[in-house]
């Protein structure tokens, strides 16, 4: 963008020193790019929900449904509440509440001075789900699983209820949008740790209920991530996603805001729960990228030096431009209805980045290394 390009796309082969995962293969990946000047986020969205949708309806086996644009666009934050994740599986119909305020009003000592989530279902559940269910929670790490049964005359039934008073009984349903046959289920702990255990609370009822909608992609971008965090083992701010987004507010933000307050104009798409893309609206300022990567510890010769392509191009100026990169990888995967990535790659490598087929990486030879200049230390 800074040469002069208006705008491209390349599906491009990719490098990373990145850890395996179900959906992520180490090292090497490709991926469909492209980049806009004079772009907003939202004219990203409207580019990729277009190739998306078009691709995954071309390609998806028959009788699948695939969401159509507009895309939801959820925030991080309201992601975090109602999914337990910045990865939303919008196929599953469970949604978590907040119900911190009400129990902090209650007598259950084990949710006081704690974050508190619920989920509602609509289900029949035997006492043989709930002790696997209580099981799963354990096997998460939570100390329990509180729940409450609603009775047909809106009544409870749980080891909770008695520990909530009858004149607020009429709340909680309304807060959970309880009737007659729910079930809500109560997690409680450090805020981040209490999201997160809702989240997989929320996706293993939809498994075990089988409530996720079959024979679907269902795509949103998730938005508003955090431009910084907080690194209790280094004891400094840094930044949560990718240091060179624009952040919302600009410099006047940088200069005057809580840097946890900062929120960046960066998004993902997400599709039945797999990132599929990230990107971001880019910083193209270059006294907003001397003071963004200031607060997370670089002085300007640092920035020289680690970052000097983008710090010299912006010495001559850069449009506004925005972008992002789906992963090809994951698309097919994802229409191969593939729980993981190395059943779609011809030469696929393990967990330690290794190709067993081919036997690669092997051993190298003194030739081989003198001709690229490095040399060994016993």
């Given at each position: 963008m800074a040469s002069g390009f208006d705008k491209y796309f390349q599906i491009a082969p990719c490098f990373r020193d990145e850890d395996a995962r179900a959906d992520r293969s180490p090292g090497e990946f490709y991926q469909l790019d492209f980049e806009m000047s004079f772009a907003t986020q939202e004219d990203v969205f409207r580019a990729g929900e277009e190739v998306l949708t078009a691709a995954f309806e071309k390609f998806a086996p028959e009788g699948c449904q695939v969401t159509q644009a507009p895309y939801p666009v959820i925030s991080y934050k309201q992601a975090m509440l109602e999914f337990g994740t910045d990865k939303p599986d919008l196929r599953n119909p469970l949604r978590i509440v907040d119900v911190t305020d009400f129990f902090q009003r209650c007598s259950f000592k084990?949710?006081?001075?704690?974050?508190?989530?619920?989920?509602?279902?609509?289900?029949?559940?035997?006492?043989?789900?709930?002790?696997?269910?209580?099981?799963?929670a354990l096997s998460i790490g939570m100390g329990g699983l509180g729940y409450l049964e609603v009775e047909e005359d809106?009544?409870?039934?749980?080891?909770?209820?008695?520990?909530?008073?009858?004149?607020?009984?009429?709340?909680?349903?309304?807060?959970?949008?309880?009737?007659?046959?729910?079930?809500?289920?109560?997690?409680?702990?450090?805020?981040?740790r209490a999201a997160l255990l809702a989240g997989q609370i929320r996706t293993e009822l939809g498994n075990r209920l089988d409530l996720c909608e079959k024979n679907a992609y269902r795509f949103c971008f998730?938005?508003?991530?955090?431009?910084?965090?907080?690194?209790?083992?280094?004891?400094?701010?840094?930044?949560?996603?990718?240091?060179?987004?624009?952040?919302?507010?600009?410099l006047e933000a940088l200069?005057?805001?809580?840097?946890?307050?900062?929120?960046?104009?960066?998004?993902?798409?997400?599709?039945?729960?797999?990132?599929?893309?990230s990107g971001a609206v880019r910083n193209h300022d270059l006294d907003i990228m001397v003071k963004a990567f200031e607060i997370a510890g670089y002085t300007e010769e640092e920035l020289k030096v680690k970052f000097g392509a983008l710090y010299n191009a912006f010495q001559f100026g850069a449009p506004p431009h925005a972008g992002m990169a789906p992963g090809v990888d994951r698309m097919i995967m994802l229409l191969r209805?593939?729980?993981?990535?190395r059943e779609i790659i011809p030469f696929p490598m393990n967990g330690n980045a290794q190709d067993l087929m081919c036997g690669a990486p092997s051993e190298v030879t003194e030739q081989q290394l003198r001709e690229v200049h490095i040399k060994i230390r016993q």
């Open positions: 084990p949710f006081h001075k704690k974050t508190v989530r619920a989920i509602r279902v609509h289900a029949d559940m035997s006492k043989g789900f709930h002790e696997k269910l209580l099981q799963f809106m009544s409870y039934k749980g080891p909770i209820d008695k520990f909530i008073p009858d004149e607020m009984k009429g709340e909680i349903a309304k807060i959970a949008g309880l009737v007659p046959g729910d079930t809500l289920f109560l997690i409680a702990d450090k805020e981040e998730v938005n508003d991530f955090p431009m910084y965090e907080y690194d209790p083992e280094e004891k400094k701010m840094v930044f949560t996603h990718n240091p060179f987004s624009m952040p919302q507010g600009g200069q005057t805001k809580d840097p946890r307050d900062i929120l960046a104009y960066q998004y993902d798409i997400v599709c039945n729960g797999v990132e599929l893309s209805n593939e729980e993981n990535i």
